[in-house]
Structures are given as structure tokens and as C-alpha cells.
């Protein structure tokens, strides 16, 4: 399980991650592709350790859905 406490967008259902150093450590590091999963967490509401699991459908260079 890889955890990113990380500020992200939620839309509905969709999750979106605009943060281009994570993106590239995803990316490059851990060498995540499309459909496998991970979980994150605002750092912004830390008291309720509200974590979502997410399988990345869609990215490019700006951003993860």
C-alpha cells in the first residue's frame, strides 16, 4: 500500500491530483500505470484520517484521475 498525504480535488465519484512532484514520483519512482491503486489522504482534515483508496483510470503530465 503506498499512502501520499496530499491536497486533491474531489468531482463526485473522481479524484483529481494536480501535484507535478507526485505525479512524477508515481510515475518514475514507484512506477505506478493505469488501474493499479493507492491511497491518499488530505493533510488538511489529519484529525479524521479520512483515506481513500484510488485506481488510477486516467493521467498525463498535470494530472491523475
Known amino acids: 500500500m503506498q499512502l501520499f498525504v496530499i491536497d486533491y480535488t474531489k468531482k463526485g465519484e473522481t479524484i483529481i491530483i494536480a501535484d507535478s512532484d507526485l505525479l512524477s514520483q508515481i510515475r518514475k519512482v514507484l512506477r505506478v500505470r493505469i488501474g493499479d491503486t493507492i491511497w491518499?489522504?488530505?493533510?488538511?482534515?489529519?484529525?479524521?484520517?479520512?483515506?481513500?483508496?484510488?485506481?488510477?483510470?486516467?493521467w498525463d503530465n498535470k494530472t491523475l484521475e
Open 40 to 58: 491518499i489522504q488530505n493533510p488538511e482534515y489529519e484529525h479524521t484520517k479520512t483515506r481513500y483508496e484510488i485506481r488510477i483510470d486516467m
